[in-house]
Nanobody, 124 residues
Framework: QVHLAESGGGLVRAGGSLRLSCAAS????????LGWFRQTPGKEREFVAA????????YYPRDVKGRFTISRDNAKNTAYLQMNSLKPEDTAVYYC?????????????????WGQGTQVTVSS
């Protein structure tokens, strides 16, 4: 069992930055890969970033690569998503997720546990 809690969302102007945190409890933090996803009303949840167990490998889709950075601190049981140069289209609820088996994944169905999400709103 893993419990994930996101924080750090809020309202920011276009071009601004936010750092999201994902605090984990339960199973050993370094035993699972982590991903960040986002979702807007009426749309499917979409992949934003993923990180390996050690933090040595990271993955991003094209639309956030170079603007978003995923990281993790295994000593603090916390993952982060640094978001820079935010755009109105980044507005969404952001979720972190844990995957116990396999490599980091871009697929929603590959993740075993999810947090409750944190709202990010980017104004134009």
């Amino acid at each position: 069992q893993v419990h994930l809690a996101e924080s750090g969302g809020g309202l920011v102007r276009a071009g601004g930055s936010l750092r999201l945190s994902c605090a984990a409890s339960g199973r050993t933090f370094s035993s699972y890969t982590l991903g960040w996803f986002r979702q807007t009303p009426g749309k499917e949840r979409e992949f934003v970033a993923a990180i390996s167990r050690s933090g040595g490998s990271t993955y991003y889709p094209r639309d956030v690569k170079g603007r978003f950075t995923i990281s993790r601190d295994n000593a603090k049981n916390t993952a982060y998503l640094q978001m820079n140069s935010l755009k109105p289209e980044d507005t969404a609820v952001y979720y972190c997720a844990a995957r116990f088996t396999g490599a980091p994944s871009m697929e929603v169905q590959d993740y075993d546990y999810w947090g409750q999400g944190t709202q990010v709103t980017v104004s134009s």
